[in-house]
């Protein structure tokens, strides 16, 4: 997600943060790891907190040219409530297109 945020930024207003970073988890101790690994989330300069579809359009919002007019497709009756749907949708299932990890070995008492 973090790679498709830095791709599509024509702003360069947009600080895409790595929530597996250390200094990243101390700048924002109010966001849970758990709620992180859920969804995408975008924090404002004023500290609010958007998430998943939301944080999306938040993102929308502060881009220029047609990008930036995506965002007002949330004030269509009915378009925010389908895109939170599909947002959860596509990210219940992002970790299933990663490459898998090798398994920890087991431990032997």
Known sequence: M???VRHFDNSSRIDA???HDPAVRARFPGLEREHLM???HAVDDRGRIFRGARAVNEILRHQG???GLLAYLWYVPGYAWLADRQYKRIAASRYRFQPKRAAEPSRVD
Do not use: F, S, T
Request: proline share 0%.
């Open 17 to 19: 943060l790595d929530l």
């Open 38 to 40: 859920e969804a995408l």
């Open 65 to 67: 040219g047609v990008v």
């Open 2 to 4: 973090l790679e498709a």
